[in-house]
């Protein structure tokens, strides 16, 4: 066995162990886990990442990491961090950004991260409401936004670290100190060591502010034990060894990213290289060789829909790649296994692999192993055109509020899967369907109430918020619809956004949304129908998928693209195509929509039309075209 095949020799708990508490051997803090990792890989490199445009890759090693966590730990005391208190991160996925969460933590004090392309107003909500000590700003353009929206007395006490060198362009009110990073960190290495870092595993460890699609967002209180509930039991559980790679790109603002491509990967020893540029994920994935990837399904369907409209670029191609599929799928319904790769056999099916899926395997640099997706559901088809390729895809689930993770496929032995869900609880997770939390007697789903060490203690400041997601005995109200099927769960919908039609029909809109956005003409949509005879689409259509599907239907394209949109003969030649490549095939006939309503403005945090984690903001999209959706029927 080569070195990078060498396994990180990591336990796999007792499914049936307590999970209340750690045991012997558990870490208790996220700082006692990185602490550990940094033991158990000295001089490995940790964090992989590109300082500047047209620049090479540069690599720190886990002691070099754990050295900088120390002088960053030592800094926020300095600065008036303490036990109990917090520290607000508005950065981009760095190392930077790593070091503050584990050096936060050290002290006992919990980290508040926030996205660096937020609205101004929804950080100055955050950093009033949390009440850090010290706030670390990824460049003046944050320093520039944050002068515009924080009060005088809303600022933090231990000032602003800033990344870059870069003096500020804007100055904060009299007494707010702005001190570069380098020189944050130089003053934190001369100073005295901290001591006995904190141990409580079930002290505050951050603070993570939920979207907000309907109102302030909340900020969810999760402990070290919660997210350490999350690592330990996934740990030993995929195919990872030391010395393996992973690209990151997913935001550590969201607990997706954080916990998955942050602490579950350095726990596990992994080299994590950060992606630089989010437009050209792929080329640095080939750079990168990357054995395992966390992601969103928005990139699985991209992928998806680029791979197809290549093999659909000329008929020898289709064939090829037709007759690839139907090799693969054969291979994969003899092996009875979903999500699990299954490996080529006989001479017609490995050289069909080789001609098509190997090229695509090539885009992530020709090593991956498994990927996992989460986040927002996973299209069947989707997730079998990724086993297809070769690639073990676990699809999992949960919120920030669950830390976040409550199920995932692949995890048992032997990796039973089942495709269309999202798995199995994890160990010490239970998973319950009430079927009382709404009135749809048509139907055997309910909404997903979930137990465990992995629930969040509340909602900061907000007793009353907390009071109506959790139940009497522990259990946390997801909000979202699902039914369980041999203890495997699938996500059926959204208890807010499920609608009726006024045929007294009930629809999930998620599924159908998701289905939509596999099509090249959709970038972004939304169902709904409420009270309506039939459904109805609003879509952010692509715009060159959109003027080729034009002409190829004979059809003027040569207009703006705001012209385009507003025309009824282009609404209606998008509904029909949408219906025969989509809706009828998939769809229920009361699901398929009457009526599109095209947006030209791409839907944005700056437009507010989403949140910072891509989640559509329904009542604003609806009143922006409520005119169009009254003329439908």
Known sequence: MSESRVPNKMPIHDNDRDWSNP???????????????????????????????????????????????DSV????????????????????????????????NALGAAYTAMYTHQHGSEWAFIINDSGPTVLIAADNDVLDRLCEHLPDDGWPSGGIVLLGEDAPNSTPPEGVS?????????EGSNSEPVGEPADDPHALATLLYTSGTTGNPKGV??????????????????????????????????????????????HQGVHINLISDLLKIA?????????????????????????????????????????????????????????????????????????????????????????????????????SFIQAVGFSMYEGYGLTETAPLVSINGWENGHPCKLGSVGRAIPGVRIVIDQDAWDNPDSDDGEIVVY?????????????????????????RTGDLGVLDDGFLKITGRVKEQFKLENGKY???????????????????????TNKIKTFTILHPNEYALRDGLKGANIDSSGSFEELCSSQDVRTFVLESLKEEIMVPNWKR????????????????????????????????????????????
């Open 23 to 69: 045991i012997a051997g558990d870490p208790k803090t996220l700082h006692e886990m990185m602490i550990g990792a940094v033991a158990r890989s000295g001089d490995a490199p940790l964090f992989g990442y590109i300082p500047s445009r047209g620049q090479p890759r540069i690599h720190i090693t886990f002691n070099e990491f754990g050295g900088l966590v």
């Open 73 to 104: 730990s030592r800094g926020l005391r300095d600065r008036g961090v303490t036990e109990g208190g917090r520290v607000a991160i508005i950065l981009n996925n760095s190392v930077e950004w790593a070091a503050t969460s584990y050096a936060t």
């Open 178 to 186: 702005v001190t570069n990073w380098s020189t944050f960190v130089a």
């Open 221 to 266: 209180m999760l402990t070290n034990w919660n997210i350490l509930h999350n690592i330990l039991t996934m740990q030993g559980r995929f195919e990872l060894y030391k010395g393996d790679k992973t690209a990151s790109f997913l935001p550590w603002a969201h607990s997706f990213g954080q916990m998955g491509d942050l602490h579950y990967m350095l």
């Open 283 to 383: 080329e640095e994935c080939t750079e990168i060789k990357p054995h395992a990837l966390f992601a969103v399904p928005r990139v699985w369907n991209k992928l998806y829909g680029k791979v197809m409209a290549g093999l659909n670029a000329s008929p020898i191609k289709k064939r090829l790649g037709a007759l690839a599929f139907k090799k693969a799928a054969a291979r994969i319904a003899a092996d009875g296994r979903d999500c699990v790769k299954v490996q080529p056999k006989g001479f017609l099916d490995k050289k069909l692999d080789k001609i098509v899926f190997s090229k695509i395997r090539g885009r992530f640099g020709g090593e991956m192993r498994f990927c996992i997706s989460g986040g927002a559901a996973l299209s069947p088809e989707v997730a």
């Open 452 to 476: 465990g060490p992995n629930i969040m203690k509340g909602y900061w400041n907000n007793p009353e918020a907390t009071a109506e997601v959790m139940t009497e005995d522990g259990g946390f």
């Open 507 to 529: 629809v999930a809109p998620s599924p159908l949304e998701e289905s939509l956005k596999l099509s090249a003409l959709v970038e972004q949509c939304c169902v709904d129908g």
């Open 590 to 633: 009361f699901e398929i929509s009457g009526g599109v309503v095209l947006d030209p403005e791409e839907w944005t945090t700056d437009n507010e039309m989403i949140t910072p984690s891509l989640k559509v903001k329904r009542r604003a999209l609806f009143a922006k075209h409520q005119a169009d959706i009254d003329a439908l029927r």
